[in-house]
């Protein structure tokens, strides 16, 4: 009799022992994670005011008319926090400056992986933006066509669409598309009423006509 009770309440103490160490198990477990996502948000949170920070100060040299060590200074920013933010924001300036050089290839490289990359759709939309000039520059206007269009496609509300449309249909027209042209200059009609953008449509289709 004694020790079946000896045997029942040390099967108690042993369960209880089991979901306590379980429980703890679990708790630590828990507290880990947190800490692992606390020092992972504090080390990108001081990755992030770094690379800001040095992105300022090559802008910073810019303005101070160096633009030797400007460039020298954006490159550090952009190997030194390849992920962050103000990397992308330096890989555009670098696509400018190598555009002013009329670089366009290397622009191109860069604002190619800027686009695919990227996080902030901000930034990639200007990159495509960008892309359609260097292809208009280059004269490379079926090029021009295909990114304004996928433009069009992903950022319907941005600032820029209303001159991305206007030049996509002049860009059919060059290629020898002049009923896309009109059709173009149409869904600027359509989807931009009572703008200067539609007014320059309606000249132009009736210049077309």
Same mark, same amino acid.
């Given at each position: 009799?004694?020790?079946?009770?000896?045997?029942?309440?040390?099967?108690?103490?042993?369960? /209880?022992?089991?979901?306590?160490? @379980?429980? @703890?198990?679990?708790?630590?477990?828990? *507290?880990?994670?947190?800490?692992?996502?606390?020092?992972?948000? /504090?080390?990108?949170? !001081?990755?992030?005011?770094?690379?800001?920070?040095?992105? *300022? !100060?090559?802008?910073?040299?810019?303005?101070?008319?160096?633009?030797?060590?400007?460039?020298?200074?954006?490159?550090?920013?952009?190997?030194?926090?390849p992920k962050a933010p103000a990397s992308y924001q330096a890989k555009l300036s670098r696509a400018d400056i190598f555009i002013e050089l009329q670089s366009y290839d290397e622009a191109l490289n860069i604002l190619k992986e800027i686009e695919i990359?990227?996080?902030?759709?901000?930034?990639?939309?200007?990159?495509?933006?960008?892309?359609?000039?260097?292809?208009? /520059?280059?004269?490379?206007?079926?090029?021009?066509?295909?990114?304004?269009?996928?433009?069009?496609?992903?950022?319907?509300?941005?600032?820029?669409?209303?001159?991305?449309?206007?030049?996509?249909?002049?860009?059919?027209?060059?290629?020898? /598309?002049?009923?896309?042209?009109?059709? @173009?200059?149409?869904?600027?009609?359509?989807?931009?009423?009572?703008?200067?953008?539609?007014?320059? *449509?309606?000249?132009?289709?009736?210049?077309?006509?």
């Open positions: 009799m004694q020790c079946s009770f000896l045997k029942k309440v040390h099967d108690i103490i042993t369960k /209880s022992a089991i979901k306590v160490l @379980t429980i @703890t198990i679990f708790i630590a477990l828990i *507290a880990v994670v947190i800490i692992f996502i606390y020092c992972y948000c /504090s080390k990108i949170r !001081k990755i992030d005011n770094l690379s800001s920070l040095g992105l *300022a !100060k090559a802008y910073s040299t810019f303005a101070n008319g160096n633009q030797q060590l400007g460039i020298v200074m954006l490159d550090e920013v952009i190997a030194k926090y990359k990227a996080k902030s759709e901000a930034i990639k939309s200007l990159a495509l933006a960008r892309i359609i000039y260097i292809y208009d /520059s280059k004269k490379d206007y079926f090029g021009a066509i295909t990114a304004s269009k996928e433009f069009i496609g992903k950022y319907f509300d941005h600032f820029l669409i209303r001159d991305i449309y206007l030049n996509l249909a002049e860009y059919h027209l060059v290629t020898g /598309s002049k009923d896309e042209a009109v059709k @173009t200059f149409n869904e600027v009609l359509i989807s931009f009423p009572a703008t200067q953008e539609a007014e320059k *449509a309606q000249k132009r289709i009736n210049e077309i006509k």
